[in-house]
Protein backbone atom coordinates (compact mmCIF):
# COMPACT_ATOMS: atom_id res chain seq x y z
CA UNK A 1 0.00 0.00 0.00
CA UNK A 2 2.88 2.24 0.87
CA UNK A 3 4.16 1.80 -2.08
CA UNK A 4 1.47 2.45 -4.45
CA UNK A 5 0.24 5.64 -2.88
CA UNK A 6 3.40 7.06 -2.44
CA UNK A 7 4.50 6.45 -6.32
CA UNK A 8 1.01 8.30 -7.23
CA UNK A 9 1.65 10.76 -4.52
CA UNK A 10 5.06 11.43 -6.47
CA UNK A 11 4.21 11.23 -9.41
CA UNK A 12 1.48 14.01 -8.71
CA UNK A 13 3.82 15.99 -6.85
CA UNK A 14 6.27 15.81 -9.62
CA UNK A 15 3.51 17.23 -12.22
CA UNK A 16 2.34 19.87 -9.51
CA UNK A 17 6.00 20.91 -8.63
CA UNK A 18 6.35 21.30 -12.79
CA UNK A 19 3.18 23.15 -13.02
CA UNK A 20 4.86 25.49 -10.02
CA UNK A 21 7.69 25.95 -11.65
CA UNK A 22 6.31 27.40 -14.93
CA UNK A 23 3.50 29.47 -12.73
CA UNK A 24 6.26 30.64 -10.16
CA UNK A 25 9.93 29.36 -11.48
CA UNK A 26 12.03 29.01 -8.65
CA UNK A 27 9.78 29.56 -5.79
CA UNK A 28 7.33 27.43 -7.69
CA UNK A 29 9.97 24.16 -7.49
CA UNK A 30 10.62 25.23 -3.52
CA UNK A 31 6.68 25.21 -3.11
CA UNK A 32 5.63 21.81 -4.96
CA UNK A 33 9.19 19.83 -3.73
CA UNK A 34 8.83 20.79 -0.16
CA UNK A 35 4.38 20.31 -0.18
CA UNK A 36 5.17 16.36 -1.93
CA UNK A 37 8.09 16.03 0.58
CA UNK A 38 6.09 16.91 3.82
CA UNK A 39 2.84 15.37 2.18
CA UNK A 40 4.68 12.16 1.49
CA UNK A 41 6.24 12.30 4.73
CA UNK A 42 3.30 12.61 6.97
CA UNK A 43 0.76 10.08 5.54
CA UNK A 44 3.87 7.22 5.11
CA UNK A 45 4.65 8.10 8.98
CA UNK A 46 0.91 7.55 9.43
CA UNK A 47 0.92 4.05 7.31
CA UNK A 48 3.41 2.86 9.64
CA UNK A 49 1.68 3.42 12.47
CA UNK A 50 -1.04 2.10 11.36
CA UNK A 51 0.60 -1.35 10.37
CA UNK A 52 1.82 -1.31 13.39
CA UNK A 53 -1.34 -0.92 14.98
CA UNK A 54 -2.91 -3.64 12.62
CA UNK A 55 -0.17 -6.21 13.55
CA UNK A 56 -0.80 -5.69 17.50
CA UNK A 57 -4.52 -4.03 18.35
CA UNK A 58 -6.17 -4.64 15.03
CA UNK A 59 -9.56 -4.05 17.45
CA UNK A 60 -8.72 -0.61 17.29
CA UNK A 61 -7.97 0.04 13.74
CA UNK A 62 -10.52 2.10 12.75
CA UNK A 63 -9.92 4.38 15.60
CA UNK A 64 -6.17 4.98 15.20
CA UNK A 65 -7.20 5.33 11.36
CA UNK A 66 -9.25 8.13 11.66
CA UNK A 67 -7.54 9.85 14.36
CA UNK A 68 -4.33 9.79 12.07
CA UNK A 69 -5.96 11.25 9.30
CA UNK A 70 -7.73 13.87 11.07
CA UNK A 71 -4.29 14.73 12.75
CA UNK A 72 -2.56 14.76 8.95
CA UNK A 73 -5.01 16.97 7.75
CA UNK A 74 -5.40 19.47 10.80
CA UNK A 75 -1.41 19.93 10.69
CA UNK A 76 -1.52 20.28 6.96
CA UNK A 77 -4.11 23.10 7.03
CA UNK A 78 -2.34 24.94 10.24
CA UNK A 79 1.16 24.37 7.55
CA UNK A 80 -0.96 26.04 4.79
CA UNK A 81 -2.07 28.98 7.49
CA UNK A 82 1.38 29.42 8.82
CA UNK A 83 2.87 29.57 5.15
CA UNK A 84 0.62 31.59 2.81
CA UNK A 85 2.51 34.52 3.21
CA UNK A 86 5.91 32.84 2.84
CA UNK A 87 7.75 35.20 0.78
CA UNK A 88 10.97 32.45 0.04
CA UNK A 89 8.21 30.32 -2.10
CA UNK A 90 5.17 30.36 -4.18
CA UNK A 91 2.11 29.84 -1.18
CA UNK A 92 -0.34 28.89 -4.02
CA UNK A 93 1.79 26.27 -5.54
CA UNK A 94 2.74 24.99 -1.95
CA UNK A 95 -1.42 24.73 -1.09
CA UNK A 96 -2.52 23.21 -4.68
CA UNK A 97 0.30 20.80 -4.69
CA UNK A 98 -0.53 20.04 -0.89
CA UNK A 99 -4.05 19.16 -1.93
CA UNK A 100 -3.67 17.43 -5.34
CA UNK A 101 -1.00 14.76 -3.74
CA UNK A 102 -3.40 14.50 -0.50
CA UNK A 103 -6.11 13.66 -2.56
CA UNK A 104 -3.77 11.08 -4.57
CA UNK A 105 -2.44 9.39 -1.80
CA UNK A 106 -6.28 9.12 -0.51
CA UNK A 107 -7.63 7.87 -3.79
CA UNK A 108 -4.54 5.36 -3.84
CA UNK A 109 -5.44 3.93 0.00
CA UNK A 110 -9.24 3.65 -0.72
CA UNK A 111 -8.54 1.53 -4.30
CA UNK A 112 -6.43 -0.25 -2.66
CA UNK A 113 -8.23 -1.12 0.60
CA UNK A 114 -11.17 -1.71 -1.66
CA UNK A 115 -9.40 -4.44 -3.54
CA UNK A 116 -7.62 -6.11 -0.57
CA UNK A 117 -9.22 -9.09 0.60
CA UNK A 118 -9.27 -9.18 4.36
CA UNK A 119 -9.74 -12.36 6.53
CA UNK A 120 -12.35 -11.58 9.55
CA UNK A 121 -12.75 -14.62 10.52
CA UNK A 122 -9.94 -16.29 12.03
CA UNK A 123 -8.55 -19.90 10.36
CA UNK A 124 -9.08 -23.00 12.87
CA UNK A 125 -11.32 -21.06 15.14
CA UNK A 126 -13.78 -23.02 15.12
CA UNK A 127 -16.28 -20.47 14.40
Do not use: H
Not at 28 to 45: E, H, K, R
Not at 70 to 78: A, H, S, Y
Amino acid sequence: MLRRAGAATLIVGVIGTGIGVLVAGSQGLIAGALGTIIVLLFFSIGQVVLGSVLKNRPENAMMVAMALYLVKIGVLLVLLLVLQDATFFAPKVFAGVIVACTLAWTFVEVWVFSRTKVLYVEPGSGR
